[in-house]
């Protein structure tokens, strides 16, 4: 079955410390792939997207993302975490040029400890 | 430039009841696509509108039904609602059809009782 799968639920981190969030996919060939994230009673802002290309695609907020085609991942990483960058993130996926919608992933929410 | 509006921000409805969420674009967008968003859990794709007509349906029953207006804002209606229908409506606006850079509105969090 087609499918997103974000392995980690909640992952605590130290301000300043790295931040890596991981993304699965499930989908016959490459689909366009997303990350966003969502603060507390706010709506999904995007953070980078991937279509072809470099396989490692720079976002705002100083985020970037891999690629591996051999794993079907495509997983989130900051290099130093900010207290602001405590939210919820999603990974999601376009399937391809013929499937329009966005398919989520549950999610991951991001604790950030002083 | 605003951003994708959503109205309202929350409502409280009892079960059973017809509840209208609206939703007016990007200027310039002619896509708009229906999220919902349950507590805990990733959103789900209800309805996409793509130059006023329906052009996708996630797995949902006919309660739920949507339009698109000339001017591309558009309405999402649930119908006899359930306890179950409490969740975070979300809007999303893109140029094409392709979601290749969708934006979020706010969402209406709606809560029926």
């Known amino acids: 079955a087609q499918s997103v799968t974000q392995p980690d639920i909640h992952i605590t981190v130290s301000e300043g410390a790295s931040l890596e969030l991981r993304c699965n996919y499930s989908?016959?060939?490459?689909?366009?792939l997303f990350w966003y994230v969502q603060s507390p009673g706010q709506g999904l802002q995007l953070l980078l997207k991937y279509f072809s290309g470099d396989t490692l695609v720079q976002g705002i907020k100083g985020f970037e993302a891999e690629f591996k085609r051999s794993q079907s991942s495509f997983n989130l990483r900051k290099p130093s975490v900010h207290w602001s960058d405590a939210a919820e993130y999603f990974c999601a996926v376009v399937p391809g040029r013929n499937d329009y919608k966005l398919s989520f992933g549950a999610g991951t929410t991001v604790t950030v400890r002083a | 430039d605003a951003g994708v509006t959503q109205s309202p921000t929350h409502l409280i409805k009892t079960r059973g009841q017809h509840v209208t969420l609206r939703c007016s674009p990007i200027?310039?967008?002619?896509?708009v696509s229906w999220y919902q968003q349950v507590l805990g859990q990733g959103p789900q794709f209800i309805f996409q509108?793509?130059?006023?007509?329906?052009?996708g349906r996630g797995n949902f029953p006919d309660r739920f039904s949507a339009r698109q207006f000339p001017n591309y804002s558009s309405e999402l209606n649930v119908n006899a609602l359930l306890l179950g229908d409490s969740a975070l409506y979300l809007c999303a606006s893109s140029l094409q059809r392709m979601n290749t850079e969708a934006f979020f509105g706010q969402g209406t969090r709606l809560t029926v009782v």
């Open positions: 509108y793509y130059e006023k007509e329906e052009r």
């Open positions: 200027s310039g967008h002619k896509s």
């Open positions: 989908y016959g060939a490459t689909p366009y």
